[in-house]
């Protein structure tokens, strides 16, 4: 079966850290460039980091920028999402997918999970 599986999310306080996973089934993560995404009801998806399947370019929302970090487990077939210094904003549903990828556009193409909810008390 082809998916990616999130998992990691939950609840911490503010200026808390949680580490989410990214984990891909039935096909090879390394052949594609990976984004993480939230979204909150009523409000546009964000992307919050891209990776490119190279490893060379990395994208970062200005709102996680210095706080959050992306990397790959080739090993693993897993992508991850450090999450640092989380505030209340960082609230939202958190998945990941394969994207098109190049410079600031960053959009989701062909694979995608069912997302971790993340919630930051104040």
């Known amino acids: 079966q082809v998916q990616l599986v999130e998992s990691g999310g939950g609840l911490v306080q503010s200026g808390g850290s949680l580490r989410l996973s990214c984990a891909a089934q039935g096909f090879t993560l390394d052949d594609y460039d990976i984004g993480w995404f939230r979204h909150v009801p009523n409000k546009p998806r964000e992307a919050v980091s891209c990776n490119s399947k190279n490893g060379n370019n990395t994208y970062y929302a200005d709102s996680v920028k210095g706080r959050f970090s992306i990397s790959r487990d080739k090993n693993k077939n897993t992508v991850y999402l450090q999450m640092n210094s989380l505030k209340p904003e960082d609230t939202a549903r958190y998945f990941c997918?394969?994207?098109?990828?190049?410079?600031?556009?960053?959009?989701?193409?062909?694979?995608w999970g069912q997302g971790t909810q993340v919630t930051v008390s104040s």
């Open positions: 997918a394969t994207v098109i990828y190049s410079g600031t556009l960053c959009v989701e193409y062909k694979y």
